[in-house]
């Protein structure tokens, strides 16, 4: 999971790449993920690890913190939820 975290971390710096962000940083209290960020995110990982985030996951628990995105990528994609 710790390449996931990492994968997140370069996708939210890209867009954000003057905040310090680590693995538990409240992405929605530090103002790092707002809609623009959340939908540029998700195609990003749906892109690099080929997987669809499908929309009942896309809720806050779900991506308050990195490490919350990395195990939700991980769980998908060890399920095999791929496009």
């Known amino acids: 999971m710790d390449r996931y975290i990492e994968t997140v971390i370069n996708i939210l710096k890209e867009v954000n790449q003057y905040e310090e962000i680590c693995a538990d ?9 707002n809609s623009l960020n959340l939908l540029y995110l998700i195609e990003e990982l749906e892109d690099r690890y080929q997987i669809t985030i499908p929309e009942d996951e896309v809720k806050p628990e779900n991506f308050q913190s990195v490490r919350q995105i990395a195990s939700l990528t991980d769980s998908l994609i060890k399920k095999g939820n791929n496009p």
């Open 25 to 33: 940083t409240d992405l929605m209290e530090a103002g790092i993920l």
